[in-house]
């Protein structure tokens, strides 16, 4: 299968360029903005005609929560009107869709695993433009499915996971979120799971939760990388209301994957999957002395 996939150089498109060798049965496509802007009805027929392709994977998304909330037009470009567009032309093509949604789109209100069919209720803005969007591709009449998962991370871009580890290797000492509840997901993960559902055929378009296994706060992940990671400094446990932002986050947003391990598609422990990513980091570093690892909160 030749699969397209939009937002390469986001940590889910670098991902996916990572482990797509896995996959030797299918092509892949990898496209930035400028090659296949989601937004451009236009630009993205031209892209999608040129490379014939038979799949489509949307990784491009506006994923700055803070940002969102004064941005809301370029969220709701991003997050919405694409993911729309997009859909429209794959069901135009009559090729299947994986797109990605969030936790987000709860309001966190529950005490247990969240399913698929639970009332939604974002409590900002960028949680409100990625609902927007999975309604409209869920609703578009093309094949595929809506994966929505939580507290993303890997060995690229911006994520908790490198931000840990820089303060922790500059002796830093963070003050981490300890009443929020969620679970970790490496994007390897979600990327193989993406990649196996299309495999296994999209007669239809279906919404599915996707985290790795378990759940944990913030602040119990901080200590886990920093412990895991060798490094001496612990994290400073902190209410919600005592950290500096102004964007409301679910308080509770564990998704049930029962749906989709029903399919037969794997669901790691986040603990197995933290240290998948902290050795291959490990091993990018070796590679690359005198770097530390990058990124923000």
């Known amino acids: 299968m030749k699969i397209a996939v939009t937002g390469s150089q986001g940590q889910l498109g670098l991902t996916l360029g990572r482990i797509s060798s896995e996959y030797p049965r299918h092509e892949f496509i990898f496209a930035d903005r400028q090659e296949a802007d989601i937004t451009d009805p236009a630009a993205l027929l031209r892209f999608l005609e040129r490379t014939q392709a038979e799949a489509v994977i949307n990784c491009a998304a506006y994923t700055a929560v803070e940002q969102a909330e004064n941005d809301r037009e370029t969220a709701s470009r991003i997050n919405a009107a694409g993911p729309t567009l997009l859909a429209r032309m794959a069901r135009q093509k009559g090729i299947p869709l994986i797109h990605f949604s969030t936790d987000y789109v709860f309001p966190g209100n529950l005490n247990r695993p ?48 490198l931000t840990m580890l820089r303060l922790g290797h500059e002796g830093v000492s963070p003050r981490v979120i300890c009443d929020q509840i969620g679970s970790p997901t490496y994007a390897a993960d979600l990327a193989r799971a993406a990649v196996e559902l299309l495999g296994q055929g999209t007669p239809g378009m279906e919404l599915y939760h996707y985290s790795d296994e378990g759940s944990l706060s913030w602040y ?15 994290a400073q446990a902190i209410a919600s209301a005592d950290y500096p932002s102004t964007v409301a986050r679910p308080p509770y947003s564990v998704l049930s994957k029962e749906k989709i391990a029903g399919r037969g598609i794997p669901v790691p422990c986040w603990t197995e999957s933290l240290q998948c990513c902290l050795d291959r980091i490990a091993r990018l570093h070796a590679h690359a002395p005198g770097q530390r690892p990058s990124g923000r909160i």
């Open 114 to 161: 969240l399913r698929e069919e639970d009332p939604t209720g974002p409590l900002n803005v960028y949680g409100q433009t990625k609902l927007t969007g999975e309604r409209a591709v869920l609703e578009s009449g093309c094949r595929g499915a809506v994966l929505r998962t939580s507290w993303l991370y890997s060995e690229f871009g911006h994520n908790f996971v």
């Open 220 to 234: 119990d992940f901080a200590q886990e990388i920093f412990s895991r990671a060798r490094l001496s400094v612990r």
